[in-house]
Structures are given as C-alpha cells and as structure tokens.
C-alpha cells in the first residue's frame, strides 16, 4: 500500500511524533490510533526468537515462548556458508512472521577483540569481512518475510565491563577497517530495516550521540534508510542523539525522553524537522511490516527442529584427529561429562532461547556399548574421588573416551566478560587423567570462546561444538559417528594462552576508557604478523577426507578473481572450504578477502572461483579520508587456513590516491620522494648531494658512512639539510617554494 507518510506526520501533534520515538513497553512501538498508526513488535533474536507474552524484560531473566534455538553466531560462522546463513535467517524471520513479530534484534556483530568479551558467543568472528558476509546472508533470509533485521551493535562494543560508560579509544583507521567494515557490508548488501546503537562511547562521544558516525557515516556514505534504535537503556542525553540520528529510544521508561523531545522542538533548541525525519523512518518500518503481502503463517517447529540439527552439523569444527575419528558403533566407548546428557547449547543474556527441544549425545546413540560417567559437575565443581575414579575406569575399560568438556553457563554470558581463558580445573585434570590411561580419548567442546587446552598433545581428537543450539547433542552423535561430515573452520584464533593476545595488557581498560593499542593487529593478523604459534589458528578445520589445492590463476577484470583447483585426494566424500587472503606492499599481515566451500566425491576435483572486491586491496587513509589502494606489489593467498597456506602469487596494482602533502621546514626528503610531483626533482636534487658527497673523498668514504648519510638525509627535516653542508638555509626556503608550486600545479591538473 503506497502511503504518504510526510502528509500524515503533518497532523500528528508534537506530542504524538515525540511519542513515536520511544517504546510503549519493552518491546512494543507506540501506536497513533485516530491516525490509523499500528503498533508494531520488536524482539530479541539473534539465534532464535525470545519473545516474552508476560513479564518481560531486556536480559533473558522471564520467560519467553518456546521456539527454534539454532546455532549462536559463534558455531554459525564455523560454517564459512553463506547459504546456511540465508537459510537461518529465513526460518528466524518465517518464525516471527507467525509470532507477529516486525523486527528480530540481529544480528550481532562486533568483533571479538579479545576471547574473554562474555558476549563473544553471539558475534560470529575476529574478522570483519567474514563477520559483514555472514551477517549480510543472514539479514537477507530473514528480511524475505518482510521482517526486519537489526544489525547491532553499531559501533566497537567488544566488552562487557563498564559498556554504558567506557570509551574505546581508538583512530579512525582501526575503527574503519576492523569495527565498521562489517556494518558497512552488511548495510551495503542487505538493507536492514535497523541499526542498533551501542552502550559505549568512541574516542569520548556516545555513540547513540555521535552524528559521525549515525548520520554521515551510516546514512549518507553506506545509504542507510532505516531506523536506528538505542540499545535498551543506551540513551544518554534524548536530544543530543535525536540530533545526531538515533530515531528510536528503547525501552519505554517514564516517558521523560518524550518530553524532553517535545520541550526541545518548543525551545529550538531542536529543529522540528529532525524529529519529523526520525518518526518518518519509523513510520516507514512499522507500515512495511503491517502492509506486507506475507501471511500469518503456521511455524511447524518439529520441522525446523530437524533443521537445527542439520545446521549443528555444518558449524561443528574438528580440531585435531589422529584418525581415531570417526567411530564404529559396535565399539565400547566411554561417555564422560555431564554434557552429554544435557548439552550447552546457548549462552546466557538476552539472547537466551527457551528451546522448542534439546536432545543429549548420550540419548541420541541408544546403543548398548556406551557408558557413562559424571566426571565433573556440570558447573564446574569437582565431584568425590570416587566419582572421579569411577570416570576414569570406565574410560580406561573401553576402547574409546569420549569427553564432553565446556564452559559452564555462569561463564559466558551479557553483563560481564570472562576473566581467564580456562575451562573449570575439574575438567582439565579430569582429562589430563583420562588422556593417561586412554590413548584414544576424544574431547568434545561446549563453548562460546576460544579456552586454554593444555592437554591438546596428550588426546587423540578433538571436536569443538561451539554453542550449536538445540540441535547439538544430535549433531554431536552424527559426527562422531560418521554419519555427518565436520566441515566447520575455525572463526576465530585459539591461542595457546590469554597473556598472548593481541589486547592482554588493554583489556578491559580502567571502567572510563579502554585503549585499542593493538590497532588494526586484531587475531590472526596480530599472531601472523608475529608469526607467534597458535595451536588452531583462524580458518582451521579437519575433515574426514584429504584435499589438494592447485592451479591458482588471477583475473584482473572486473570483477577481480581468484580461481583454485580442489582436488579431494581422499577415500571419502568431503567439503573443503577455500580461502583467499592478500597482503599489500609492506604490510607485516594479511587479510581474509574471500572464501567457499566446495563439496567433492573422493576423486573428484572442481576449478572454484572467488570473486573479490575493491576492499580486498584498499586500506583507510585518514589523511584522505576514504580508501584507497596505495599501489605496488600485492599477493594473493589461497589456502585452508591463515597459516595453512597452499598456493600464492604476486600482483602489481596502481594506486588510487596520492597523500596530500603542504610542505615546510619539517618536511622530510622521503616525505617528498613518495609524491609524484615533487619525486622527479627531489631525485636529481639528491643525485647532485650524492657527487658532492663523494666528489674527491670516494677512496675514504666507506659503504657504511655511505649509507648512514642517505638515511639521515632522507629522514631529517629541511630545516636540518644546512647541517649536512650540502645546501643553505637560504636554498632551503627556495626548495620549499618550488615543492608547494609543483604540489599546486599538480593538485590543479587533478580537479
């Protein structure tokens, strides 16, 4: 239905358009009756729909209905598949059609600047293209049903300590190429409905009253059209965020928000026209969801249950295997941990699911040659040493110990951070005791983060589960058994300790700010660039087959690709997923630009192509403002990890920008040969200093004096060049006219 919304704005009071601007409760919109204006419902996601039908609050405390929990976004991106995502996406957005929901709150996309963020479970990677195409895929699913997405939370939330005040400091550069590049994806190529502001400020501004980043960044540079709606409690100052482009304040409190609104607008202290500008884009999504085409349709979860399963499947990663994986049913094996009886599935917070139906590893097998032991509390406590003993012999009487190991629900969870790396010491003793007596021991792992495995040597396999939502325990079952294939990659670096991170002296900061001193050093970036050991680095995963990859070619066309040859070099059918990486000139790291998963019959081999974009080879200029390829020789990676390199190859690229540069007497000689319009002269300068230098002195002049006078020359400013007694300071104020007139005549010839 076409409506005209700038005409029904106009007989709305200033009241009612104040009004429209926060919530009527938790997470429910205000309606305009007389005016034919519906209430529309928000909800949290972004794993699974928690919408609660009686006391409702904003933190998974009451209860909510039951619905589909599908893997978190931790096991989600395992996946490297933005197909299964898009599906995700369009069970979650089918599910809130039928619960009359306008808007499911996710994705979640921050990136996991540390492993000990409490919240990490629900965002998917350390890396930001990955996370911007995943979350991407998933917004596109779910907005198929003419539900909202909303991406959140905008911008570089990584902790939980001190998130309604703490500042993250950090430049434009960092902030630009590892904590908005993903937003910028995500808005770029799938159109949210809304954007979530986050708790936090940047650099000591809100960023619910930031207009550089709500206005000119969002809107006006990615062309976002939605809404942009606080976290809940997130507002700090109503006005100063109205002016900067936060249209919606959630949740409803006492109506303060409203009235101060209105008061502004009355003062003039605000423009009316801002107000009318936010109520329009509110207007825009509740009128697009209640007109939709799409009907009211019947959610079957038994159906879709049988969908959590399968996706469970694809996000699982195995991380080491002996060959001991998979297992034969008609072996005794060992079930050891309370978790495979009742999995951890989810993290704790506001994305807590009451789930449709969980099914334990250990009731999915049904088959007589398995025992089971507790081992450990499902908390963590230890357990009697008789009980621990009793775990031990079962393990040590069968032929295989499969070891159900995780984080506890008090460990991961919304309002705090984690404060060590470790899994409970119960466990990691338990292991270490089983592993002895146990050559084939398997661990299984329920968690949300990367944890310290100081007995990775000592077992035969490990398979990392994340938080695979209700379908777990099944999924489980299936893998460890053959009957499903692990096809999961890595999200996310597991380093050997926390003290090895790249932020382990920054975070969490001091409760008022948190320095990002690592910069754009964010995983395996910062690891690589060490080349410091990782026991699982970013991108890894095992299989149950052997592949190859070969013949690597590179297509500068547009669009710029990559092709590889994947050969699958084992004796059963598998999945390999492709990743392509690049580096720029000088750069100590490189990056992920691409990625695919192929499947393959044991024999079989497929030519794959990955396309790349313009980003894969730009970088954030702060001096120009935008991006930029900086030029020169470039390569291209292609591989099953970041440190699973296979093949490589090295492109020329031509820059896309110059430095501005105003010179003076503290500009440098190098300074001036990195610019195309002052280099040519600079170079026959220093030709003249070099014979001057060696003019009669060439037989004293050692390789060493040679080189140390270049550099000083090159690196001291022009103030100092009289020093070297090669040129005056009258000369000196001579050079820097001519470089400005060179600098102007070739900023003239560019407009």
């Known amino acids: 239905m076409k409506r005209d919304l700038k005409a029904l704005i106009s007989e709305m009071t200033l009241e009612e358009k104040a009004g429209l601007c926060s919530g009527k409760d938790t997470w429910r919109l205000k309606s305009v009756e007389r005016l034919g204006i519906p209430s529309a419902m928000v909800s949290d996601g972004p794993h699974g729909l928690r919408k609660q039908g009686g006391a409702t609050d904003h933190l998974g405390l009451n209860d909510s209905i039951q619905a589909i929990c599908f893997p978190a976004a931790c096991a989600a991106a395992a996946s490297f598949d933005e197909a299964l995502l898009e599906k995700l996406g369009d069970l979650l957005g089918q599910e809130c059609r039928a619960e009359d929901v306008a808007v499911l709150l996710g994705p979640a996309m921050n990136i996991k600047r540390s492993p000990l963020c409490g919240r990490n479970f629900e965002y998917f990677s350390e890396d930001p293209y990955l996370t911007g195409k995943l979350a991407a895929a998933q917004i596109r699913g779910i907005q198929k049903h003419d539900v909202g997405a909303c991406a959140k939370h905008f911008a570089a939330n990584n902790q939980e300590y001190r998130r309604m005040t703490c500042s993250s400091q950090l430049d434009e550069k960092t902030l630009r190429e590892i904590y908005l590049r993903a937003f910028e994806i995500a808005v770029k190529e799938a159109a949210p409905w809304s954007v979530m502001s ?26 976002f059209d939605g809404f942009v709606v606080s976290d809940w409690g997130a507002v700090n100052d109503r006005v100063l965020a109205a ?116 099914k334990g590893a250990l009731d999915t097998a049904q088959h007589s040659n398995i025992v089971y032991a507790d081992g450990f509390g499902a908390g963590g406590e230890a357990l009697s040493e008789s009980e621990i003993d009793k775990a031990v012999r079962a393990a040590k009487n069968a032929q295989t110990a499969v070891i159900f190991a995780g984080l506890p629900d008090s460990y991961e969870s919304e309002g705090y951070d984690r404060r060590h790396m470790k899994l409970p010491s119960s466990q990691n003793e338990l292991i270490e005791k089983i592993a002895a007596v146990q050559p084939n021991t398997v ?45 999961g990659r890595l999200p996310e670096s597991f380093p050997e300790r926390l003290e090895d991170t790249p932020c382990y002296l920054d975070f969490p900061g001091d409760g008022e700010k948190v320095v990002y001193s690592e910069g754009t050093y964010v995983g ?26 070969s013949d690597m070619h590179i297509s500068s066309s547009d669009p710029f690709c990559v092709t590889v040859t994947v050969t699958n070099v084992g004796a059963r059918a598998g999945t390999e997923t492709v990743q392509i990486y690049v580096s720029a000139p000088d750069e100590k790291c490189k990056r992920l630009a691409g990625f695919k998963k192929i499947y393959l019959n044991a024999g079989a081999s497929k030519t794959v192509r990955i396309e790349l974009d313009d980003r894969a080879f730009e970088q954030f200029s702060e001096k120009l403002g935008r991006w930029y390829c900086r030029g020169g020789e470039f390569t291209v990676y292609a591989g099953r990890s970041s440190r699973d390199i296979c093949l490589s190859k090295k492109i020329v690229l031509e820059a896309t920008g110059v430095m501005p540069l105003s010179v003076d007497q503290n500009t440098t000689i190098a300074a001036l040969l990195e610019h195309p319009a002052t280099r ?9 200093f070099r014979a001057a230098i060696h003019q009669g002195k060439a037989e004293r002049r050692s390789e060493q004096e040679a080189v140390m006078l270049r550099e000083m020359a090159l690196n001291a400013p022009l103030r100092a060049l009289p020093t070297f007694k090669l040129i005056t300071t009258q000369q000196v104020h001579a050079l820097i006219g001519q470089m400005n007139a060179l600098l102007d005549a070739y900023n003239k010839k560019g407009e």
Request: aromatic share 10%; net charge negative; hydrophobic share 40%.
């Open 243 to 358: 002016e900067a482009g936060l249209d919606l304040e959630m949740p409803y409190y006492d109506g303060s928000g409203d009235k101060a609104l209105a008061e502004a607008v009355r003062s003039g202290r605000l423009d009316e026209k801002i107000l009318d500008e936010a109520v329009e884009r509110i207007l825009k999504i509740i009128f697009r969801y209640c007109d939709s085409a799409c009907e009211k349709e019947e959610f079957d979860r038994e159906k879709y249950h049988a969908a959590a399963v399968q996706a469970a499947k694809q996000c699982a990663v195995l991380m080491k295997n002996n060959g001991i994986l998979p297992l034969e049913r008609d072996e005794k094996a060992a079930y050891i941990g309370p978790f495979a009886k009742a999995p951890r599935y989810q993290g704790g917070g506001s994305s807590h699911i009451n789930a449709y139906r969980v």
């Open 680 to 688: 040519p002269a600079i170079e026959k300068m220093l030709a003249g």
């Open 524 to 549: 395996y970036r910062y690891y690589d660039a060490k080349n410091m050991h990782v026991p699982f680095p970013f991108g890894h995963g095992l299989s149950y087959t052997e592949f190859e990859l």
């Open 198 to 223: 986050s708790y936090n400020k940047i650099n000591g501004t809100y960023v619910g009253e930031s207009r550089d980043l709500l206005t000119e960044t969002l809107r006006r540079e990615w062309g």
């Open 443 to 487: 661990v299984v792992l329920h968690i949300g983060s990367p944890v310290e495995m100081p007995w990775a040597d000592d077992v035969a396999a490990i398979l990392n589960m994340y938080l695979g939502g209700e379908g777990v325990g099944e999924a489980t079952d299936a893998l460890l058994y053959g009957d499903a294939e692990p096809v």
